[in-house]
C-alpha cells in the first residue's frame, strides 16, 4: 500500500517521459507519513483509445489505491501530492486527475520475496 496507478493518452511517451512520472509520483508520496515506501507501487500503461474534451486532447488520470480506514482529509492530501507530482512532469498534457480508492483489507493478498 498504496498502489499508485496511471493511465495516459497513447503518444505522451513520446514527448513526454513517463518514466520520470512514476519515479516523481513515488518521491513525492514517499514524503508522507501515511505512506510506507516498501509497499509503494507506481505504475503507468497508455491508453491507445480515448476522447476526451480537452485542447489539448491528452490526458494522464492516476488511480490511487489505498487500504481503507483512511480519512478524507488524508485522501485528499495523497491526491494532492499525485496530482501536483504529475502536473510537474506533465505541464502541458490536456487533462490530469487523480482519484482515490479504498481496498478490502481483509480481502488484500500479497507475497513479497526474502
Known sequence: MPHVVIDFAEGL???HDISRLCEEVFDALVLDVEVNAPALKVRARPQPYF???TEPDTFAHATLYLLEGRNDATK???SDIVLKAMDGVLPSVGSLSVDVRDMNTAAYAKRLKG
Do not use: C
Request: net charge positive; aromatic share 0%.
Open 76 to 78: 485528499a492530501r495523497l
Open 13 to 15: 511517451e513520446r514527448s
Open 51 to 53: 476522447k476526451i474534451g
